[in-house]
């Protein structure tokens, strides 16, 4: 494409934004509310993914070993609990290490009584390699000989997971739906200003403009209300989080639970409704445009 | 030049508008096409410029069949063919100027032929000082030199011309029969389809007369041949 041509879409299009009034406000708003949605979800799917994740990470579950065991098979466990399918890591923890670590915690003088008989066990701390295989690796293990106890917080384990595989389901199927909308929407504008003009269209096909010269104006017209259209939603973000992460995740901040932080993941977010604002544009006015060249 | 070979056309509805039209039309003629309403003068040169495309025969200009062209290639037909109308099919919120250069912006000419060019042509139709105003702000016979000037801007081989003085007086419509023999004097072909018996029996050209979708009689220098 010439130099010339380019920039005659350009201003063919974005002259298009202003010729078309109310119609270019309704489609800038409906990209703005739908991106304003959008952006919301994310930033809670995002956060929810990462706090699932977070949590994810630090499941493990804790073999207690009969107490009654020789030392040679304690330490043929770690093998044993190695082979099993789907571990990943296993540490071995003595009990004499883990009374150290109870005196240095709680002070060392009313523990001296332990010393000669240590009421704890030896125990593994085994991770999975995927922290979904947890209860089932639990199981296996409990199964073993010289294993007194599995524990790893079943009910709170179980119920995170479904927590957050269903948030993440939702949430997609939640802004799937409303970009579609958003671009159903967009295009009905386009289409509704196309026909608004089909009689220029006409006279550029009579005097010979092939199909892609007149669908750049619309194209970047779409693309021009979609990026429009984000500018609300990725103030609002910016704001929000801003807000959010100041004030709130301060209060919150509890251990684990904790926002992810405003940079870069503001910035990263608005670029994300950027793009989908751009998408949802250039896709409504393709669609609507691509059904009229035919006529 | 242009040929036509058993061509037929109907149309979605059933109608059929041409049946069986063969011609032959050399560069640089003046034909009129005349006939009643509805005897296929509009689809006849539709075939020409591609506006609707031949049920069976062939359609050749400078003996490229256009059945060839994909339908990607029509926009290629077009540029080599200037189209004019009874109702002029101007771009009302563009000015006169822009309007014309409207045509070749589309065909991606350079801006600096664009300007040129165009009121070159605005000079040719003798609308040059209008060049900044709307067509709401100009008269039928005004509008309709605009619509020729863009016409011809791009240099077409051939002017098809559908009724074009349809809309205007007797007078405007003798200022716009001008226009077209001078553009014609150029070398250009201009099929011209109407229903004036004094514009046809004046200015005495090529006479080809549909009925029902057939060429009943084609004869040099003949009359219009029915009653006004
Ligand atoms: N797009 C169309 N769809 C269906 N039928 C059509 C279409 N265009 C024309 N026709 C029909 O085809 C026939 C020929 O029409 P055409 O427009 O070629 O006639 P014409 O000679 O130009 O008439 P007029 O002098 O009134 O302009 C008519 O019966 C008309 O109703
Ligand atoms: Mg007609």
Redesign the pocket.
Known sequence: MKLNTAKRHLREGSKNIFRNGWMTIASIGAVTVTLILVGVFLALVFNLNNFASNVESDVEMSVYLDPTLEKDQVEAFQAKLESIDKVGTVTYSSKEEQLNQLMKDMGQTEWDLFEQDNPLSDTYVVKTSKPQDISSVADEVSKLDGVDKVDYGESTVDSLFTVSKYSRIIGAVLIIGLVFTAIFLISNTIKITIIARSREIGIMKLVGATNSFIRWPFFIEGLMLGVLGAIIPIAIVLGGYYYLSNNVSQNIDIGFVQILPYAPFAFQLSGLLLAIGAVIGVWGSVMSVRKFLKV | MIDMKDVH?D???G????NGVNVHIDNGEFVY?V????????????MIFRG?KPNTGTVKIDNIDLSTYKERQIPQIRRKIGVVYQDFKLLPKLTVYENVAFALEVIEESPKLIRDRVMEVLDLVGIKHKARSLPDELSGGEQQRVAIARAIANKPKIVIA??PTGNLDPDTSWGIMKILEDINQTGTTIIM?T?SQEIVNTIKKRVIA?EN?RIVRDEAGGDYGYEA
Do not use: M, Q, R
């Not at chain 2, 009643?36 to 003068?41: E, L, M």
């Open positions: 056309k149309y979605a509805n109608v059929s508008a041409l096409l006939g009643p309403s509805g005897a296929g003068k509009s689809t006849f040169v539709k609707e559908d009724e389809a229903h549909l979708g």
